[in-house]
C-alpha cells in the first residue's frame, strides 16, 4: 500500500494514509469542494477554510485522514480516550492512541475477528455487513 501522502494549503495541511481508509466517505459528504474522489489531487485543502477542513478530517473514523493547521497544531486527542462499539462489530476509538507502534488519535478496529489486516477493521467480516 502506498505511504501517507500530505496536501498543502494555507494555514492546513491535511495527510491521507490508504492504509487505514475504510471508504466511510464522511469527507466526501462533509466537503466536496475540498475531498473529491473523481478529480486529481482528490484532496484540496485550500477550497474551505482551514478549520472548516480540520472539523471534516475529524469526522474520519478510521484515522486515515489527519490534519495541522498553522498556526495552531495537529488535531488534539480526545481526553478521556473513547471506545465506541458500533452495531455491526467495529470498534471506535478517539484519544491518545498506540496501535502496533502507530501513534493515532481515531482508529477503527475489527471486533469481529475476520480483518485480513488486524487490529484494524477492513470490513470483510460480519464488521462490514451493514
Do not use: N, Q
Not at 15 to 36: K, N, Q, T, W
Not at 86 to 96: C, E, I, K, P, Y
Request: hydrophobic share 30%; with cysteine; proline share 10%.
Amino acid at each position: 500500500m502506498a505511504p501517507a501522502k500530505e496536501y498543502r494549503a494555507d494555514g492546513v495541511s491535511v495527510s491521507f494514509d490508504p492504509a487505514l481508509c475504510r471508504h466511510a466517505a464522511e469527507c466526501v459528504r462533509g466537503l466536496p469542494e475540498v475531498f473529491d474522489t473523481g478529480r486529481r489531487p482528490w484532496i484540496s485543502p485550500g477550497e474551505a477554510a482551514p478549520e472548516t477542513v480540520a472539523e471534516v478530517v475529524r469526522r474520519c473514523p478510521t484515522g486515515a485522514l489527519t490534519y495541522l493547521l498553522t498556526p495552531g497544531g495537529p488535531e488534539a486527542p480526545d481526553r478521556p480516550t473513547t471506545v465506541t462499539a458500533a452495531g455491526d462489530g467495529r470498534l471506535l476509538l478517539r484519544g491518545d492512541l498506540r496501535i502496533d507502534g502507530r501513534t493515532a488519535t481515531r482508529a477503527m478496529l475489527c471486533g469481529c475477528g475476520r480483518t485480513a489486516g488486524p487490529p484494524y477493521c477492513d470490513r470483510a467480516g460480519s464488521c462490514g455487513d451493514e
